[in-house]
């Protein structure tokens, strides 16, 4: 079994920063792409950022260049620093990791428990 905790989220007026963490423990061989996600009200889960185990990443457009994805395999976390942050930044954030646990052949795919970013002033 595999747990994903999440923390760094809350209030920010426009402008701020935010660093958001996600650990992941458990079982776990190995861990291949991790990544953050977000959801807004009344809109559908979107991909923000990625990153692969060899440093490899991906932005949604929306971010690209306020947002960074970085992560510190030795201690299964994933990092993500948000600065320049925008109302429309607004959302639930989600880690997710496609992880290989102790024992399989196989990756699975699974999910934090969701982090709130709310940016207002």
């Known amino acids: 079994q595999v747990q994903l905790v999440e923390s760094g989220g809350g209030l920010v007026q426009p402008g701020g920063s935010l660093r958001l963490s996600c650990a992941a423990s458990g079982s776990i061989f190995s861990i291949n792409a991790m990544g953050w996600y977000r959801r807004a009200p009344g809109k559908r889960r979107e991909l923000v950022a990625a990153?692969?185990?060899?440093?490899?990443?991906n932005y949604a457009d929306s971010v690209k260049g306020r947002f960074t994805i970085s992560r510190d395999n030795a201690k299964n976390t994933v990092y993500l620093q948000m600065n320049s942050l925008k109302p429309e930044d607004t959302a639930v954030y989600y880690c997710n990791a496609d992880v290989v646990g102790r024992g399989s052949v196989w990756s699975n795919d699974y999910w934090g428990q969701g982090t709130q970013v709310t940016v207002s002033s």
């Open positions: 990153i692969t185990s060899g440093g490899s990443t």
